[in-house]
């Protein structure tokens, strides 16, 4: 009988507010985060819209400690404490050899990097700082959860782009399934909203600028839609051994139940004519749970708001599902909080948890004309209350990788 | 600089850098057994101190610099005419 891993502590930080419940009641009133850049002067730029983490302090939660970490480790470090919290797990005594830490990020610090290659240029190579490595380094958000609780037992920290967070999860359920511990803080942190962060994915036309009315700017599936808006935060679960759950009398919010990964191997960004490698990853995924597409309620899009993405979603679903597919609901919560990237996995797996607990499913907002091959219910405008037993969660990244995490509710 | 200025100046850079009340940064202060700095944090202060001051600080100047006194005779001794 293998060991069975279940979700017991929630913590985020996002464009919908500083914490995990603030963020779900957003979620289900269908109120959009995204807003006009405020962290540097985007006045005269092409895209003037993102989805920023407001009102965060780094000082209040860290202390002296902030300046020692970079912006995605802050909301790491943010949301891994409210998770904790909410887990009812002890805040000041270290968490031991059999709690992990799997918690990844797209980016990491490149504000370090950039800043550091300004200081370089500028006066060579004598003021260079020496937080600059370990600000910048992707691991730094694990390595300081770990630091902050106590977590001595394993440690990763995945980067595959805009799927982290579902690796993260999933690689810490199979790592609670083989015993290598009885607990993890699992999800993503994404911080990389500066100039230089923003202007990348804007270099690559990635980007929605409707400037004019940013909250209807994350429009998924939708006829308008043009592009992503850039979010920011992080979405750390605990994900606990069940036994041990029990044994502690802990809330059990859902049971994580299979988990997939695997490559397009087809283009550095674009996914392939009918998405078959998510197609394919959703099918194995179901496989590994040992469920039938006929059990899946709801699955919670990788939805991003881009041209390419959301009707070749569509059809990778509907090729897995077959005719349940218009039995099925989807939707996507990045039409509410923009892509938080590294972290999106994390805080829509926190969304998963807390629609099976529920027991309903939070709406894709702005879908006013679904697209030609956007042909699903995506439960448009509103939430919708349904019997919950079986969700999906997808997530796809740049490099082709792909990954899907499905859960289920507590069980008996 | 009068001393009294440098100190005060010294103080400021001190406080932004390691987060601490002005008036824990006493002359006999230890940055590491009493400001709670780590070498990584002694390091960035030393570039502090040579941006605000207009200093080049060797390395093995900086490294027997352990107490705000030894920062501030550093910096009186080395200033700029």
């Known amino acids: ?412 | 600089m009068a001393s009294v200025d440098i100190t005060a100046k010294l103080t400021e850079l001190i406080v932004a850098r390691f987060g601490v009340k002005a008036e824990e940064v006493r002359a006999d202060a230890s940055f590491i057994d009493d400001l709670g700095a780590d070498s990584i944090d002694i390091v960035e202060l030393v570039i502090d101190i040579e941006k605000a001051f207009d200093l080049s600080i060797q390395d093995e100047d900086a490294e027997k610099i352990a107490t705000v006194q030894d920062a501030i005779d550093y910096i009186r001794d080395h200033l700029p005419a």
Not at chain 1, 29 to 34: D, I, K, N
Not at chain 1, 335 to 360: K, N, P, W, Y
Request: aromatic share 6%.
């Open chain 1, 1 to 412: 009988m293998s060991r069975r891993v279940v979700i017991t502590g929630l913590g985020a930080v996002s464009p919908l507010g500083g914490d995990a419940p603030t963020a779900w009641a957003a979620a289900l009133a269908g109120r959009s985060g995204v807003g006009r850049i405020s962290l540097w002067d985007a006045s005269s730029w092409p895209v003037q819209i993102n989805g920023e983490v407001r009102g965060f302090s780094p000082d209040a939660l860290l202390g002296r400690e902030a300046r020692r970490y970079e912006r995605f480790t802050w909301f790491a470090l943010a949301a891994a404490r409210e998770a904790v919290r909410d887990a009812g797990l002890p805040e000041a005594a270290p968490l031991g050899d059999g709690a992990g830490v799997y918690l990844g990020s797209g980016i990491g610090g490149a504000q370090a990097i950039a800043r550091n290659a300004v200081q370089l240029a500028a006066e060579g190579p004598r003021h260079l700082s020496p937080s600059f490595v370990p600000q910048s380094l992707t691991n730094m958000a694990a390595g300081a959860v770990a630091m902050a609780h106590g977590a001595t037992g394993p440690s990763l920290c995945v980067a595959t782009a805009c799927a982290t967070g579902n690796h993260s999860i999933g690689e810490a359920w199979r790592a609670i399934r083989d015993g290598d511990a009885e607990l993890i803080l699992a999800g993503g942190a994404e911080g990389a909203m500066f100039d230089l962060g923003l202007g990348g994915f804007m270099a690559m036309k990635a980007l929605s600028k409707r400037n004019d009315a940013p909250e209807k700017a994350s429009r998924p599936f939708d006829r308008g839609r043009d592009g992503f808006v850039m979010a920011e935060g992080a979405g750390v679960l605990v994900l606990e051994e069940l036994g041990a759950a029990k044994a502690r009398g802990a809330r059990i919010y859902a049971e994580v139940l299979g988990y997939a990964l695997n490559n397009d191997a087809h283009h550095i960004t674009a996914p392939p004519a009918g998405h078959a490698g998510a197609a394919r990853c959703m099918a194995r995924a179901l496989e590994k749970a040992g469920l039938q597409a006929e059990d899946v309620d709801y699955v919670n899009a990788h939805g991003t708001s881009t041209k390419a993405n959301d009707a070749e979603e569509s059809r990778a679903i509907r090729a897995v599902f077959g005719r349940h597919a218009d039995q099925l609901a989807v939707s996507s919560t990045k039409s509410m909080t923009g892509h938080m990237l590294g972290a999106a996995g994390g805080i829509e797996a926190i969304f998963c948890a807390l629609a099976l607990r529920d027991q309903v499913m939070p709406p894709t907002i702005n879908l006013d004309a679904p697209d030609e091959g956007c042909d699903l219910d995506y439960v448009p405008h509103q939430a919708k209350e349904r019997r919950l037993r079986v969700v999906m969660s997808n997530a796809f990244g740049f490099g082709g990788t792909n990954a899907v995490v499905i859960f289920g509710a507590p069980p008996a």
